[in-house]
């Protein structure tokens, strides 16, 4: 037994490439084709081979969590990277908002999926709010200190309106992107 984490075994470059692989080619299957998409077809656009998935995610409820997980985690660290790389606290909110919104149109059958595990669901609810919610209300604060939005705006408040105008998805006759974009402009000080 290790009794200091630091000391624990890494996974080998390779496993962690094969893992990121499977994350990323699974995400791409569940937005084309929802969260049933045959393991064999991750497996073939990971480059993989079935086992491999298997070894790594032993259920497909640990794969739909795992990829959920890495999209969370890549939208949080997208905040900050956007504050560093934007002219305004403004245009990196934005863009961060329309990368969250894109994210939560891309859940299809995500919920119905867990729905049979409340707890996880539950779990990954939690999880959801403590990477995100932190995450947007640091760009809102960079953007009421330039001066650039009115102040007051609640972060989780926020994200809920956003979440609340992505549930119709994009349809020929609703544009989500465009709704959470009037949202957004709507918080502009100028």
């Not at 979440?163 to 502009?188: D, H, K």
Request: include cysteine; glycine fraction near 6%; aromatic fraction near 6%.
């Amino acid at each position: 037994m290790v009794d200091n984490p630091a000391e624990a075994p890494r996974k080998r470059a390779d496993a962690r490439r094969n893992q990121q692989a499977l994350l990323d080619a699974a995400a791409a299957a569940f937005i084309a084709s929802g969260v049933d998409v045959p393991v064999r077809e991750i497996a073939t656009q990971a480059g993989v081979g079935v086992g491999t998935i298997y070894r790594h995610f032993p259920t497909r409820a640990d794969l739909i969590v795992a990829v959920y997980r890495h999209q969370v985690e890549a939208c949080a660290e997208a905040g900050p990277a956007l504050l560093s790389t934007h002219s305004s606290p403004h245009a990196a909110l934005g863009e961060w908002i329309t990368l969250f919104a894109d994210f939560l149109t891309t859940k299809h059958g995500l919920a119905e999926a867990l729905q049979s595990d409340a707890t996880t669901f539950e779990t990954l609810h939690t999880y959801f709010l403590d990477r995100l919610v932190p995450t947007c209300a640091a760009l809102l604060t960079a953007a009421t200190t330039a001066g650039e939005i009115h102040p007051g705006t609640d972060p989780y408040e926020l994200l809920r309106a956003v979440g609340n105008l992505c549930v119709g998805g994009n349809t020929p006759r609703y544009n989500a992107r465009r709704m959470v974009a009037l949202l957004i402009a709507g918080l502009s000080a100028k």
